[in-house]
């Protein structure tokens, strides 16, 4: 099972920039597996933001960030990263990074089989 430790939330005015990494550890899915973030409003559901292949191959975003919001991967340190541009107020939530064995286009994983504690962004007008 792969551990997931995200760090990098804050608060930040509308219109400005935040970058969380997710930091994995231990066994992986025979060496690929689907790397995303989710996020989490006060009383919505958990939505994907954006995902990718740990080995290469597909990138992919929800519809509400694409354009704003860029993952990305430092493989010799095992961290995923996302970058957060031009946020809004309705970006506000509490992020969590996930792991599984299949992205999917939504942003999303199938399968998750790993969770982070998950890092509170909080955009203001």
């Known amino acids: 099972q792969v551990q997931l430790v995200e760090s990098g939330g804050g608060s930040v005015q509308a219109g400005g920039s935040l970058r969380l990494s997710c930091a994995a550890s231990?066994?992986?899915?025979?060496?690929?597996?689907?790397m995303a973030w989710f996020r989490q409003a006060p009383g919505k559901e958990r939505e994907g933001v954006a995902a990718l292949y740990r080995r290469g191959g597909g990138i992919y975003y929800g519809v509400s960030v694409k354009g704003r919001f860029t993952i990305s991967q430092d493989n010799a340190k095992n961290t995923v990263y996302l970058e957060m541009n031009s946020l809004k107020p309705e970006d506000t939530a509490m992020y969590y990074c996930a792991a599984g064995p299949d992205c999917l286009q939504t942003g999303a994983v199938a399968g998750v089989n790993s969770w982070g504690q998950g890092t509170q962004v909080t955009v203001s007008s």
């Open positions: 231990g066994t992986t899915y025979g060496g690929s597996y689907c």
